[in-house]
Structures are given as structure tokens and as C-alpha cells.
């Protein structure tokens, strides 16, 4: 019979919530609004939970319509190349 797997969902919170994971998901939002225009678009990362949170968004409406018609923040992103 095979055995289940059991997560410690502390163990999990710990990690993900971890000041090791904020410098890691820091740096990868960091690194995809260093590709686009600091005065069309913000970053934040913030503690969430049960995990390290980073967002990336437009600010102006000039941002909007280059990422809606040629896809400006997938790009940074690293997809849709």
C-alpha cells in the first residue's frame, strides 16, 4: 500500500515567508522592472500570509496600451518572446 505524503504547512509558511525568500522574489521583481520604464510602471514586494509576495503594474495609461498591443510586461517578464 503506498504511504501519503503528509506537507507540514508551517514548515511551508516558514519558508516562503522567510527573509531569504523576500531577497529572492526581490530580485525577480526587480530584475523584470529593470526592463521596463520606472515612470510607466511600479513594484512592490510585500509579506502576504503564508508567502512572500511581488507584483509588477502599469501606472500611466501610456503603459496600458503599449502592454495591451504589444505585450510590454509579458515581454519583461521573460514570456512571449
Known amino acids: ?5 503528509r506537507f507540514n504547512k508551517n514548515a511551508f509558511r516558514e519558508i516562503m515567508t522567510s527573509p531569504e525568500m523576500a531577497q529572492a522574489v526581490g530580485a525577480e521583481v526587480g530584475r523584470i522592472a529593470g526592463r521596463l520604464d520606472p515612470d ?8 502576504g500570509g ?3 509576495r511581488g507584483a509588477v503594474w502599469t501606472k500611466t495609461d501610456k503603459a496600458k496600451r503599449r502592454t495591451a498591443r504589444d505585450g510590454e510586461l509579458l515581454h519583461a517578464l521573460g514570456g512571449h518572446q
Open 40 to 47: 510607466d510602471y511600479e513594484h512592490v514586494v510585500e509579506p
Open 1 to 5: 500500500m503506498p504511504k501519503k505524503i
Open 50 to 52: 503564508d508567502r512572500v
